[in-house]
């Protein structure tokens, strides 16, 4: 499918024609980004976005542990510098 480039302001722009948002099911935010001479427009990932699907796999592999072995037990810094 052609189209033009089309004058915005002081910028230019393409009008996607609705069916191509509607297959593409693109929102209202994208990120654009050029490759190998062409713009590619795709969903704006979101912030976290895959983070749920990472903890799954920590929590397979057992790399989900705590760092202090007891996270209950003061350190010296919590004995002698601490204020409560």
């Known amino acids: 499918m052609k189209t033009n480039i089309i004058r915005i302001g002081n910028s230019q722009g393409v009008r996607i024609p609705k069916i ?14 050029v490759q190998n001479e062409m713009i590619v427009i ?8 895959g983070w749920a699907e990472q903890f799954r796999l920590m929590s397979e592999c057992g790399d989900d542990k ?12 919590d004995k002698e510098e601490w204020e409560w």
């Open 20 to 33: 191509l948002l509607e297959q593409s099911r693109l929102g209202t935010e994208v990120e654009l980004e």
């Open 42 to 49: 795709r969903s704006a990932t979101q912030p976290r976005d």
């Open 66 to 77: 705590m760092i202090d072995e007891d996270p209950g037990e003061q350190t010296d810094w």
